[in-house]
């Protein structure tokens, strides 16, 4: 067996949900909504599903969808993409895996901004290539452009991008995004732009795509998710965005990890990347009144909340607050003794992370985020 994954531990996700089924405990740690989803497009998939296509959809992805997503980013983020520029994933994860195969050889140095998604170190290990972190700093979590100079090598390949960013909401501004254009047109270097959080941005933050600032129509892998833009995080349906030098090969190793991804669901996506723009800002502002209402309640049960400009996180300075302690061991003691889960930063560090910090999803009902504010609160 391969001594990465046999050494590996079961992600933070799938343990802090499975220590919140034990004990019972408000699970704010994994990130979904607790909804069933929007019905626009739970009956456009069950349609789909009763009246078919259930075959093999093309491995690309169904025209109607690629046609979809498409018009999606030219309508809300003036990107001039044709269908053919899309390829549809199971999953932005399964993007991201196709997109480092399709552009790492063994040997190539991928640099990772931690804290960063727990995914991206083995995949890029798998592939054969070296991850080189390069750290944000609390509670601007700014890129560190020097660093992000200083980490650029004779044999570094790619960066990995995730903007708006999972575990800190941070969404990055245009300066800091054309700053990391330049080094990567300077250093003919590929950024893989994990842009899964794009709808979910708040306090009227514009989210800035990688793939249209300057030089990088070529040199940028976006990628998108509906799981998140409709808070439906089961039905696994990604997609990259590319110019063709970088999206063939990565269509190419999508044949090979998923092939396709179920034809009923993608007609659901197609379908709902149509609603009006009413849907998705009632979706963005629902969600930042949830944001506004967790943070609201820990700050007045005693909290240090950083701020979050996007995402369904929060973080909490559990040092600040009073709490001491490593996070890991906090995050695994506090569904039993506070009756709360949560996300641990560490998880989303190569190097150590600042003391203390944990990660909330607030994707959840008022009465819920009320409730584990209150049993944080007598914890603390
Ligand atoms: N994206 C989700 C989160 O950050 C986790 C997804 C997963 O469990 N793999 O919470």
Redesign the pocket.
């Known amino acids: 067996v391969n001594p990465v994954y046999a050494a590996m531990a079961t ?1 933070i ?2 343990e802090m949900s499975g220590l919140a089924r034990e004990t019972g405990a408000i699970n704010l740690g ?2 979904f909504p607790d909804s069933i989803g929007p019905e626009e497009l739970l009956r456009a998939a069950a349609d789909a599903v009763l009246a078919g296509p259930n075959q093999y959809p093309p491995s690309a992805g169904m025209p109607v969808l690629r046609a979809a997503v498409a018009d999606y980013y030219r309508r809300f983020q003036s990107l001039d993409i044709a269908a053919g520029d899309v390829l549809v994933t199971s999953g932005a994860t399964e993007a991201i895996a196709a997109s480092l195969l399709a552009v790492i050889s063994p040997g190539d140095e991928v640099i990772l901004i931690e804290p960063m ?1 727990d995914a991206y170190r083995p995949l890029v290990e798998r592939a054969g290539g070296v991850a080189r972190a390069v750290t944000l700093r609390p509670p601007e979590w700014r890129l560190p452009i020097d660093g992000l100079a200083a980490a650029i090598g004779p044999r570094t390949r790619a960066i990995v991008l995730n903007n708006p960013n ?1 575990p800190t909401g941070r969404v990055f501004a245009h300066d800091e995004l054309a700053a990391l254009a330049a080094l990567c047109v300077a250093h003919d270097l590929v950024v893989i732009s994990d842009e899964v959080w794009e709808a979910v941005v708040f306090d009227h933050a514009a989210h800035v795509p990688m793939i249209a600032l300057p030089g990088m129509a070529d040199r940028a892998v976006k990628i998108g998710s509906a799981g998140k833009i409709f808070g439906l995080t089961g039905w696994k349906v990604g997609f990259v965005v590319a110019g063709p030098r970088l999206l063939q090969p990565i269509s190419r190793a999508h044949q090979f990890l998923t092939f396709t991804t179920p034809p009923n669901l993608q007609i659901a996506v197609a379908h709902g990347l149509g609603l009006d723009d009413a849907f998705f800002s009632d979706s963005r502002a629902a969600l930042e009144r949830s944001r506004d209402h967790l943070a609201t309640r820990l700050a007045a049960a005693g909290f240090t909340v950083l701020p979050s400009q996007g995402t369904y996180f929060l973080t909490v300075d559990l040092a600040a607050s009073g709490v001491s302690g490593d996070d890991t061991t906090l995050a695994r003691r506090m569904p039993h003794e506070a009756g709360v889960a949560s ?1 641990p930063l560490s998880s989303f560090y190569m190097n150590p992370a600042p003391a203390g910090l944990i990660r909330l ?1 607030f994707a959840k009902p008022d009465e819920m985020l009320d409730e584990a504010a209150a049993r944080l609160g007598k914890w603390l």
């Open positions: 992600t996700f799938e994994q990130g998604y999972n996300i999803c």
